[in-house]
């Protein structure tokens, strides 16, 4: 089946300085990504939906000068948290849409998530 | 804006039980619901996927089944293992994935 790499897996970082977090379809082309949050005992939330070649639709809430997304190629999206603050420890994942399983029958391949903490 | 609940929180059975998480949601005008688990510190793994018009799905020793009209589903594992315990999620898709926050399954040995 197809795969999703995040790296890094976990990163501890100081407060105020900007972490990148890393996502890729390792075999196939995704013109879509997706970044999940999820707090400890929460459920997933998702942050901002990203699009190949143009600027990512964020959702409600989400700030989109703190939370930077990249999506440059059909292989990679980056998540980049600038001026990160205790309170943006999370588990941060993101997901592939494939783009030749689209309509209601596609599915998203999920990455294995990548650890924040903020100190 | 949708809404997914899971019941219960928290499932602490003895190996070989049969037994049923539930997940419940409001909206009815929804694409699919996929059943997820996760383990600690991991990513989500797909189990099982329903389309709108689909009843169920089973997979292995999974059954899955969905009630669009009164909005809910059930995930059925039969025979547990302790290598089930992990935290299961369902997750309904409209134009996006809402997701429920889940039940934390512990199977004893």
């Known amino acids: 089946g197809a795969v999703v790499s995040q790296h890094p897996s976990r990163v501890i970082c100081k407060s105020g300085t900007s972490v990148k977090i890393e996502c890729r379809s390792l075999?196939?082309?995704?013109?879509?990504m997706f970044w999940y949050r999820q707090f400890p005992k929460q459920s997933l939330m998702l942050m901002a939906t990203?699009?190949?070649?143009?600027?990512?639709?964020?959702e409600q809430g989400v700030e989109k000068d703190k939370f930077l997304i990249n999506h440059a190629s059909l292989t990679l999206s980056t998540l980049t948290v600038t001026s990160a603050h205790p309170e943006d420890s999370s588990f941060y994942i993101c997901s592939a849409r494939d783009p030749q399983k689209q309509g209601h029958t596609d599915t998203q391949y999920f990455g294995p998530g990548t650890r924040l903490t903020v100190l | 804006k949708q809404e997914v609940t899971q019941i219960p929180a928290a499932l602490s059975v003895p190996e070989g039980e049969n037994l049923v998480l539930n997940c419940s949601f409001t909206d009815s005008a929804i694409y699919n619901l996929q059943w997820f688990r996760q383990d600690p510190g991991k990513g989500l793994t797909s189990l099982l996927l329903i389309q709108s018009s689909q009843r169920e799905q089973t997979s292995g020793r999974l059954n899955a089944s969905l009630d669009k009209s009164s909005g809910r589903s059930t995930l059925y594992i039969a025979a547990s293992q302790p290598g089930d315990s992990a935290t299961y999620l369902c997750a309904v898709r409209g134009n996006q994935f809402y997701f429920g926050t889940g039940t934390s399954l512990t199977v004893i040995p």
């Open positions: 990203s699009n190949e070649g143009s600027k990512a639709t964020y």
């Open positions: 075999d196939f082309q995704a013109t879509t």
